[in-house]
């Protein structure tokens, strides 16, 4: 009788310490990445954000075998859609503006799937600058071609300052999940982009916007997928934490994905 007890109870510390260990597990984020001469690439202010935030960060290699992506996603449990060029506008029945910058395809693909699928599959996902573009495009939005032609008194928004650096306001909407993770007072934030979203994406919201009207953030009614204009990395990586509950937020959702698994 004594045995058996002591076993049980052996086997008992041996599980607390297994679900112990694996709830102080850090989620996987996975960071979109392009191709530049060759290499798979991705700006290191990503991945010293998502350290910052207690996730670990691995980049997805630019793929549009279908296949692929589906294996990727099975090894992370969350997404960063990282920024970059143009998205062509073929994506929302639109015929080129002739503002309209580089166009990757193989990117837009490649992005393209890895949202839909990461959205399908409920992992959570945050688009920074082109990222929040890609997510409103990928889930039925549009999006402004060029903000200097198609924006009567738009204000700078690709800055010429550093991008730990903020350069314009936003407002944020009360409520909303930028409300919570960064309060729901005006504050500064960066801007490298001449596009921007448009028409919102069924079942998802516009939660900040810069004082011309541009969308600065949206969100998913479900909370799983969000984005931002702006590129909080830039501020988390130079040591700055304004925008790192941004960040926090994800891996806290991704830990939850990764818990359900």
Not at 25 to 45: D, F, L, Q
Not at 46 to 55: D, F, P, T
Not at 159 to 177: D, R
Not at 216 to 222: H, L, T
């Amino acid at each position: 009788m004594k045995k058996t007890f002591k076993i049980s109870l052996l086997l008992a510390v041996v599980l607390s310490f297994c679900i112990s260990s694996y709830a102080q597990k850090k989620p996987v984020i996975g960071i979109s990445t392009y191709v530049e001469g060759g290499s798979a690439r991705v700006n290191s202010t990503y991945i010293k954000s998502v350290r910052n935030a207690g996730g670990i960060p691995v980049c997805i290699p630019l793929t549009t075998n279908e296949k692929e992506i589906d294996e990727y996603l099975e090894l992370v449990d969350g997404i960063i859609m990282t920024g970059g060029e143009d998205i062509s506008p073929l994506y929302y029945n639109e015929d080129p503006s002739p503002f309209l910058g580089e166009v990757v395809p193989d990117r837009d693909a490649f992005d393209i799937m890895l949202i839909q699928r990461a959205v399908a599959k409920k992992i959570p996902l945050l688009g920074i600058c082109r990222g929040e573009q890609l997510l409103n495009v990928a889930m039925g939005g549009t999006l402004i071609q060029d903000i200097p032609s198609q924006v009567e008194g738009f204000i700078q928004h690709k800055q010429k300052a550093p991008s730990s650096f903020g350069s314009h306001m936003i407002i944020i909407e009360s409520g909303s999940l930028m409300a919570k993770l960064l309060g729901d007072q005006p504050m500064a934030v960066n801007s490298f982009h001449h596009q921007a979203v448009k028409d919102v994406a069924p079942g998802y919201s516009v939660t900040a916007a810069s004082k011309d009207g541009v969308v600065e953030a949206i969100e998913s009614k479900d909370g799983l997928s969000f984005g931002t204009q702006f590129h909080p990395e830039g501020f988390v990586s130079a040591g700055n934490k304004t925008f790192l509950p941004i960040f926090q937020h994800l891996v806290k959702l991704a830990s939850e994905y990764a818990a359900k698994k």
